[in-house]
């Protein structure tokens, strides 16, 4: 206790950080799965600077960006804590010091490498054998575990020679942390690490002051932002999250020009305008950043008003660990996903082209998780039904009574009368009317278009063929709706082929590869 006053300044515990402390002092691996903001660093740090328990020397932590490892150094250095940062940016004067340090009676309390320090530098992997073999580790960490999953959107291949600790450093304790890991990947996890008979800390992952708001991507995005931004969070701290380093620098110029003090943020940016656009966010002189998902994992800025997705997410560990950056105060605060079945099919598109240019990094396997999680995210977001409450904490494996989401999501607050519809015979119309149109080679909204019974500009006649105006007495969105479902299950598919002009375009086709037939929709 007299450390947390001292040194942390703080006056108690939060769930389940005493106990994982207590565990690692014990010389125990422990687990820690604990939401964004419930104070998963105490959980090493503490124990770091504490002189009792069995474990003595230094606290080694991987952790897999340099933003939030500084981040995080810059903070213990201000409360006097003595440790060190040491990756591939540092000078070569301050790294000869490390490594004196490292095998001296000096050591530092706590040593901030990343995966790919340890992967790549044999050197370093020699230093930190010798400090073993002088009794001087106390523990290695690894922070934002799930990198070293398959299943997760930040698998990083550097944390798999994290599964060689075990082996070289036998007898040394592991901890690892994150915030976003349902079952499969906390049981990849503590395989992949070799934890031993660890003590495993978790908690509800309800954050119960985040309003989950989720609406179709319709007519302008920018000003469409811009009005809720004024209207629900003027002059308040917020961020946009694009899939791309170009839709980000757009977004942020087009809120710029209504008025909204915004920056952009992305990996493509030089390390000093990163760090200066984060600072204007963090002291408010900037009041949304725009950034792709490399930005925000470790921030510390605690009232972020409210957390915008202006694509689909590729993943649901990632949609909830984006959205846990709001409201870490406490206070209100909203989450707004904006969504098209376009978007879901962009995702799938970036994931296979990835997986075609590093195949020896990439696998299949690796691929088709990529995808389930994407088509679990877009399912998330065209639900207009259940609880979204209820859907978010049952990808962790919690049930949640949607008694209780006190209309904090917009499916629980919505007023409208919904009408369930039963259109397997309209589903059934679609497809035939696809597989007729094969060889036609035409988009998703041609489709739509014939569907509706109507036709579509220079291309036609399409009035003689089958199913032609099928779908004639359904409104525009539930056929948007129906052929985006039956995207998302796979039904359909959309293939990159080469056009009249010589240019690739995204042509409907009935998914062959599951072998459709009529009697299986």
């Given at each position: 206790m007299r450390n947390l006053r001292s040194v942390f300044n703080l006056q108690s515990f939060r769930c389940n950080q005493l106990e994982a402390i207590t565990a690692t002092l014990e010389g125990r691996d422990v687990f820690v799965l604990m939401p964004t903001g419930g104070g998963k660093s105490l959980c090493y740090q503490l124990p770091a600077v504490c002189k009792g328990g069995k474990t003595k020397g230094v606290t080694v932590v991987v952790s897999p960006l340099l933003a939030l490892m500084k981040d995080q150094v810059d903070a213990l250095k201000n409360r006097g804590v003595d440790v060190c940062l040491w990756n591939s940016d540092t000078p070569q004067e301050e790294s000869t010091q490390i490594q004196n340090r490292l095998v001296s009676n000096n050591r530092p309390m706590l040593l901030y490498v990343t995966p790919e320090k340890l992967k790549s530098s044999e050197s370093t992997r020699r230093l930190l054998r010798r400090v073993y073999g002088e009794q001087g580790l106390a523990r290695f960490v690894i922070d934002e575990a799930h990198c070293i999953s398959t299943w997760g959107k930040d698998f990083r291949e550097a944390y798999r020679c994290l599964d060689t600790l075990r082996d070289d450093y036998p007898g040394i304790p592991i901890i690892a942390l994150t915030a976003t890991a349902n079952q499969n990947m906390v049981d990849d996890i503590i395989q992949r690490l070799k934890l031993k008979d660890c003590a495993f800390f978790t908690q509800s992952f309800n954050r119960p002051n985040l309003n989950y708001i989720v609406l179709p991507k319709k007519g302008?995005?920018?000003?469409?932002?811009?009005?809720?931004?004024?209207?629900?969070?003027?002059?308040?701290?917020?961020?946009?999250?694009?899939?791309?380093?170009?839709?980000?620098?757009?977004?942020?110029?087009?809120?710029?020009?209504?008025?909204?003090?915004?920056?952009?943020?992305?990996?493509?940016?030089?390390?000093?305008?990163?760090?200066?656009?984060?600072?204007?966010?963090?002291?408010?002189?900037?009041?949304?950043?725009?950034?792709?998902?490399?930005?925000?994992?470790?921030?510390?800025?605690?009232?972020?008003?409210?957390?915008?997705?202006?694509?689909?997410?590729?993943?649901?560990?990632?949609?909830?660990?984006?959205?846990?950056?709001?409201?870490?105060?406490?206070?209100?605060?909203?989450?707004?996903?904006?969504?098209?079945?376009?978007?879901?099919?962009?995702?799938?598109?970036?994931?296979?082209?990835?997986?075609?240019?590093?195949?020896?990094?990439?696998?299949?396997?690796?691929?088709?998780?990529?995808?389930?999680?994407?088509?679990?995210?877009?399912?998330?977001?065209?639900?207009?039904?259940?609880?979204?409450?209820?859907?978010?904490?049952?990808?962790?494996?919690?049930?949640?009574?949607?008694?209780?989401?006190?209309?904090?999501?917009?499916n629980c607050a919505s007023h409208e009368l919904l009408v369930e519809e039963n259109l397997t015979n309209e589903a059934r119309a679609a497809v035939e009317l696809v597989r007729t149109l094969a060889d036609q080679n035409l988009t998703t909204d041609h489709c739509r278009t014939i569907f509706r019974g109507r036709e579509i500009g220079k291309k036609g006649p399409f009035g003689h063929y089958p199913f032609f105006g099928a779908g004639k007495g359904m409104s525009v969105d539930l056929v948007e709706q129906m052929f985006g479902k039956l995207l998302v299950d796979d039904v359909f598919e959309e293939k990159s082929l080469k056009n009249v002009s010589g240019w690739h375009a995204m042509y409907l086709k009935v998914d062959s590869f599951l072998g459709y037939s009529k009697s299986s929709y």
């Open positions: 302008k995005m920018i000003d469409e932002m811009v009005t809720y931004i004024n209207r629900e969070h003027p002059r308040q701290g917020g961020i946009v999250y694009c899939r791309s380093r170009a839709k980000c620098e757009d977004v942020a110029k087009g809120l710029r020009e209504k008025g909204i003090l915004a920056q952009h943020y992305h990996a493509g940016m030089a390390s000093q305008d990163k760090e200066e656009t984060q600072r204007m966010w963090q002291q408010d002189s900037c009041h949304v950043i725009v950034a792709t998902v490399a930005f925000g994992m470790g921030i510390d800025k605690p009232d972020v008003r409210f957390v915008i997705h202006h694509d689909l997410p590729t993943t649901f560990d990632g949609y909830y660990q984006q959205t846990g950056r709001a409201g870490r105060d406490g206070n209100p605060s909203d989450c707004v996903l904006y969504y098209s079945y376009a978007d879901f099919g962009q995702n799938v598109k970036l994931f296979e082209k990835s997986q075609q240019e590093k195949p020896y990094e990439i696998s299949r396997e690796t691929l088709r998780n990529q995808v389930e999680e994407a088509r679990l995210i877009m399912q998330y977001a065209s639900n207009e039904v259940t609880c979204r409450r209820v859907l978010v904490l049952q990808f962790f494996g919690e049930k949640f009574d949607p008694a209780l989401c006190k209309r904090m999501c917009n």
